[in-house]
């Protein structure tokens, strides 16, 4: 939270006042040429003190929903702050949305990097200056994420829930699905979190792409902690469930072949329900693909050929009663277009 005796927000030298909103650059490498390169950094202000929520997006530089969720929110539905402090950066990864990729130049995952060095390598030095000279500045952190090259993910956020303040951000964003860990060593979120800050991260979509559905999810979710936090005016829109997820599997491809899929993302599925059937290019079948538990599809493959080991479905394990009572939830009827729009979005790559 803001305190009367809190440092102005500022950035190398360039500081935004409160009742302002304005576009910042920080420096953080150089071209081949000494051309300085920089990340634009928009900051919102209430005039009145209060949290200071930072949102990131293209940490991985070819994940581009995040991009557009910051976007919607800034240009085309901009929160009327009654106070604290919205610091988007919309790209972290400049270089990888450059060459549209998720790596830096050095192949580097930035998302294993944080919170970086000083006198490090391209990507750590990189994490450093995110690090030092923005998320310490911030009071909770909400980081845009999508799923690798040729998978998709059913929209989720993950959150280590051990921590109260974690919990509670989780809770407010207002998601079907929260799973529970604490993230890769050297992640963003585990490094905010480490320094005494809260953060999360939602997981929705696939590389490459701004899907309307993601968006929407994105923009309401970060609408809900605004408004759970007094930031913004209005009532929280719920999701239709949520359930906390402990563990996740995924299921692999046994043989060789085309894949023909019978689930979606965000599918309900129950133990022994058919997933795909394996073809060889003739259109013989060659194996069936079933579900090992009772869950949900956190998320899956794009790619209808696979080899033996291809991970195929990312699967959340569900009790049988957590199960039933989501299948009652999503057939009551309530806040079902978005869902469906989700659905619709997220399947446009599986036959």
Not at 77 to 99: I, M, Q
Not at 144 to 164: C, I, M
Not at 300 to 321: E, N, Q, Y
Request: glycine share 8%; aromatic share 6%.
């Amino acid at each position: 939270m803001e305190k009367k005796k809190r440092k102005p927000f500022a950035i190398e030298g360039q500081r935004v006042a409160p009742g302002e909103s304005k576009t910042l650059s920080l420096k953080f490498s150089e071209s081949y040429l000494g051309s300085p390169v920089t990340i634009p950094i928009h900051v919102h202000r209430a005039r009145k003190p209060g949290p200071r929520i930072l949102l990131t997006g293209c940490v991985h530089g070819d994940e581009l929903n995040g991009m557009g969720i910051i976007r919607e929110l800034l240009y085309d539905c901009p929160p009327k702050l009654t106070c604290g402090s919205l610091v988007c950066v919309p790209v972290v990864n400049v270089y990888g949305l450059e060459h549209h990729m998720r790596y830096l130049p050095d192949r580097r995952d930035l998302n294993r990097d944080f919170p970086g060095s000083p006198t490090g390598s391209l990507s750590s030095r990189l994490a450093h200056v995110i690090f030092d000279k923005v998320v310490k500045q911030c009071d909770m952190l909400i980081d845009f994420h999508s799923a690798a090259v040729r998978r998709t993910n059913y929209p989720n956020v993950r959150a280590d829930l051990s921590r109260p303040e974690t919990r509670a951000l989780a809770r407010a964003f207002g998601c079907e699905l929260v799973v529970n860990g604490k993230g890769p060593v050297g992640s963003l979120r585990r490094a905010t979190l480490a320094a005494g800050i809260p953060s999360i991260i939602l997981e929705a979509g696939e590389v490459w792409k701004i899907e309307p559905g993601v968006v929407n999810v994105g923009v309401r979710g970060v609408m809900n902690v605004l408004k759970s936090l007094n930031m913004v005016r209005g009532t929280v829109t719920p999701p239709r469930y949520q359930t906390r997820i402990s563990r996740t599997s995924w299921t692999r491809a046994e043989r060789g072949g085309t894949l023909s899929f019978n689930v979606n993302p965000g599918d309900l599925i129950e133990k022994g329900q058919l997933l795909a059937t394996n073809y060889n290019i003739f259109g013989d079948e060659r194996r069936q693909m079933v579900a090992p538990v009772d869950g949900i599809i956190l998320g899956m493959t794009t790619m209808p050929v696979v080899k033996p080991g291809d991970a195929i479905f990312h699967i959340a394990h569900l009790s049988r009663s957590t199960l039933h009572r989501i299948r009652k939830k999503t057939e009551a009827g309530s806040n079902q277009d978005l869902y469906k729009q989700i659905q619709s979005d997220l399947a446009t790559n599986v036959h």
